[in-house]
């Protein structure tokens, strides 16, 4: 056949090299010991989603990027078709958190309460393709289903600030609001309930183009002057402590509930002891989160080296009642995985122990007993821990050594006929 | 909304549950460290492939299963579509194969000669569903690419009874038998090359339907009594030695390369010496194997206690050819990663060196100071490898331990408020 395949990866995916695998396998190693050290329990999904689930308004603008897969056999009608849908059974899923309350759902009477669940897994978004960002990227979640307490926003920061901090990070100021602060917030400015998603749209690009920009969007968007001063007034000199979080909690006497008052101070003053010398709990009533299925607490996670998130989460204790008809509290994380290996990776970051790596290098037409004794010790040497590699000798033997340098060898062995 | 999420996961596909995730974690692990110790490089390709790929005729029956991923935007012509390939533009991996042949003809310039890949990933196949078989499921594959010496089909027989070995398994006895041999075998009996495809399909069943099966259903296909006779003659008291090998060989002399009967007596005698007290080379003049793109020797390894095959491979010079132009010598091996699991799951395999598993329960409405001194003492104990599970007690405090106990829980603390 003379047709060539295609040898690049599809759009926006990615071949990763041994050198970018070794380090993505020990920061997966170390989320596992770390996370699995608070009792999160290891679980997976399937990378395929039902249709109907993918497209359920839970992924708000993912639900744009699906790559979705079509009906097989007879069940493929491409003459009847009209639409998308009509062709597509299924498809690969944008997050793992929707794929998680499914699982739950599906399987809540075979798991411990409260469930604390541990994901790492690719997700699929056909997203415009751009620099350092890929269309399959690796996620790693942590969720805590079953536990309505703020015990479980307290546990997601300290696991996921100790995981950082064991991946040689520091210097962490973990951002937190709450989604039902943020509508009483709506509510006291004058904004109706309908109004608000296309508000939150704006005040989450606080970080882009600042407060005035934000009041000048609002005012374009044509709400009224009163309404946006008003809410403005709101973000100005606001103090990031529980104090701070008190203090707005007076201003919105009537707008909001007591309890979301409470849930905050107490995250604060148990994170005070907690965590203090691993991070610092700041409030900032600004910080909105994309996804609208979040109910109440919301988190983001920033490190001092780098100005952009690498962690995020929040309660969404509405989503699994989509499945089975009864809200259930939840609660989950989500670390910046691709990010955090990209950040490793420009920092030249080297994976701690890894093993001494000696290369045998084997004269072509070595006979079998001699071959035998190689192996054996070959074999001994693996088993005290050592990487050992059996190659035939090339005929340009520096070169060869030179190449092995590169993939880490500091040790040869020839081994010739005679 | 009244609509109800799907609970199942789509048809053929399988959540994974905690205790199944804790041995395919520790299954990967052993698997990353003892082909690591072979000088194997872990690397990974997407999921998602090339269309064009995936239908190249590189994956045989295969190509029938493959779920196909519509293309989107203004590419997806529905009213203009006359058939599935219309439609889509790429495919999820039906094996790790074509994939790796892929990522060699990408990278080579990055990689080291010879190239030992590792890959462990998920492959899709819309097979019908059916017990104990997936439509996503693990592959696990080793494959040695750039060295055409029996160096890597010895390297690669080794590093999987070690795996095996370090998994608790035994008594392996590892099948070998070459594609050319096999084609030699053919034209021996007087089947021509055209009718050999078919041939090989019949003699394949061999392990189901035994000699005389074979025998009558190449009669039924219509070859002629001489050829089947000729044919049923060679495999009837063959020896399954380097002897075996040699005899066959002095049959089909004029229809073999000596070359072939050398590879296979070569690597009959490194292994003697090198793995004799891991397993037994046995040599199958019956063994073909479905895949259609083996150029040569073809593998098998089976175990004492389970009477099927666990691990299989063997050489395919020509796959990067059809990607770079130019042929690659090339020689894989995969390990049935789902049947090893199921089998430790059959056993009631236990992971070896598990952490102390402690649970904290804290009554509802602790302060914030009492919590920081808990939060402090798990902190201490996940630093010294314990798990600890901090969670909120239950009403049904027993009922909570019980369950928790299901999960490896062994220890316990009550924290009360007073």
Not at 31 to 39: A, D, I, L, M, T
């Amino acid at each position: 056949m003379s047709d060539k395949l295609i040898k690049k990866p599809v759009t926006g995916m990615k071949d990763m090299l041994p050198y970018e695998m070794e380090i993505r396998d020990y920061v997966e190693q170390t989320v596992r010991e770390v996370y699995g050290s608070f009792g999160f329990e290891h679980i997976e999904t399937p990378v395929v989603e039902h249709i109907e689930n993918l497209c359920s308004n839970q992924g708000g603008e993912n639900e744009k990027l699906i790559f979705k897969i079509m009906k097989r056999g007879e069940k493929l009608d491409i003459a009847g078709a009209k639409a998308e849908n009509d062709l597509a059974d299924s498809g690969l899923r944008y997050d793992l958190t929707l794929p998680l309350s499914r699982y739950y759902s599906n399987n809540s009477q075979s798991l411990v309460m409260p469930f604390k669940a541990l994901q790492i897994g690719n997700v699929f978004r056909a997203d415009r393709p751009q620099k350092g960002r890929f269309r399959q990227f690796k996620q790693c979640d942590i969720d805590i289903i079953g536990d309505p307490s703020n015990l479980a926003e307290i546990e997601l920061v300290n696991a996921t600030t100790t995981l950082l901090k064991r991946l040689g990070f520091g210097g962490f100021k973990v951002r937190i609001n709450d989604r039902r602060l943020l509508k009483a917030m709506g509510a006291y400015a004058g904004f109706s309930e309908a109004e608000l998603p296309e508000v939150f749209i704006i005040l989450d690009k606080m970080d882009k183009i600042g407060m005035d920009g934000v009041e000048s969007e609002l005012k374009e968007a044509g709400y009224g002057a009163d309404s946006v001063d008003k809410y403005i007034g709101l973000f100005k000199d606001y103090d990031d402590t529980a104090e701070g979080v008190r203090r707005i909690g007076d201003k919105l006497q009537g707008s909001v509930d007591a309890g979301v008052i409470d849930d905050l101070t107490e995250i604060f003053a148990a994170a005070a002891g907690a965590g203090s010398a691993d991070f610092k709990l700041s409030f900032d009533p600004t910080l909105v989160r994309g996804m609208g299925y979040y109910t109440g607490t919301i988190f983001e996670i920033e490190m001092e080296e780098f100005n952009s998130s690498v962690a995020g989460g929040g309660r969404y204790d509405g989503m699994i009642g989509r499945f089975t008809g009864q809200d259930v509290p939840a609660c989950g994380f989500s670390i910046g995985f691709e990010r955090i290996i990209t950040i490793l990776l420009d920092k030249g970051f080297k994976v701690p122990e890894s093993p001494k790596k000696t290369a045998f290098l084997i004269e072509k037409g070595m006979d079998g007993e001699k071959l035998a004794l190689i192996m054996n010790e070959a074999k001994e040497r693996r088993n005290n821990g050592e990487t050992v590699l059996i190659a035939r000798m090339a005929k340009n033997k520096k070169f060869q050594k030179e190449n092995l340098e590169k993939s880490g060898y500091t040790e040869y062995k020839d081994f010739y006929r005679n």
